[in-house]
């Protein structure tokens, strides 16, 4: 299956120039609905409260320990994800890979990652959710994202509060993903020009892996 991910130029060139994927740490993003999709932990018995406090021990846990790099599955580009990941910008690319390939391109690294599929909800799980589905759910008003997420959990020796970094970055393997670029629908023809002399200087088995976005906007 495809997967997307849209970057600004100097994000891109990055990319690029040090070969590896940024995971950002899951409080630090902005939806703060992130891994609280859940009870508060009121109730009319002790025992619904002292669950649903373990369970918001938990989501703090989680919150602070799991870095996720965020991609978008679809056959095609999205229109929307072109506005938001730009930022009012013109210029950006969007790197196509495949889930088969993106986490192939990651089996060098010491780091365990785990990869899923986004679950869109607004309701409460039945029972006790998983690790995994925390930390893949979010409410349904992101839907339009269809997001696919590869992710990391720094060590549990680790005091987190402390020494917890705000992002890691892990080696890939350019080889292993082999990617297609798409640049910006939005852009001009010098753009398209600078990301391809990038391309040819810091990654020239991709230099005719680069295509125009196929949407037609202006």
């Known amino acids: 299956m495809p997967v ?23 409080s630090l993003f902005t939806d703060q609905n992130e891994l609280r999709l859940f009870g508060d932990g009121r109730g009319p018995s002790d025992t619904t409260r002292q669950k649903g406090s373990a369970i918001e021990q938990r989501i703090s846990s989680l ?6 790099s965020c991609w978008s599955l679809g056959r095609s580009e ?21 889930v088969g390939r ?5 089996e060098g690294t010491d780091r365990h990652f785990y990869t899923a599929g986004v679950q869109y909800r607004d309701k409460i799980f039945d029972g006790e959710p998983s690790d995994e589905q925390i930390i893949c759910t979010k409410t349904e008003a992101y839907s339009y994202e269809r997001e696919f997420r590869i992710f990391t959990r720094h060590s549990e020796s680790d005091d987190i509060s402390k020494f917890a970094p705000n992002m890691v970055t892990e080696a890939i393997d350019l080889d292993e993903m082999s990617p297609r670029i798409f640049v910006s629908p939005f852009s001009s023809g010098w753009f398209i020009s600078t990301v391809q002399d990038a391309i040819n200087y810091l990654a020239p088995d991709l230099s005719l892996r680069v295509e125009k976005s196929t949407i037609q906007d202006q």
Do not use: C, M
């Not at 919150?63 to 996720?68: F, G, I, L, P, Q």
């Open 63 to 68: 919150r602070e320990s799991t870095y996720v």
């Open 102 to 106: 993106l986490h192939h391109s990651l």
């Open 4 to 26: 997307w991910r849209y970057l600004s130029f100097d994000k891109f060139f990055n990319f690029l120039l040090y070969r590896q994927i940024q995971f950002t740490r899951v």
């Open 78 to 98: 999205s229109y929307p994800l072109w506005k938001i990941y730009l930022g009012g910008s013109r210029n950006g690319v969007a790197i196509r890979t495949t």
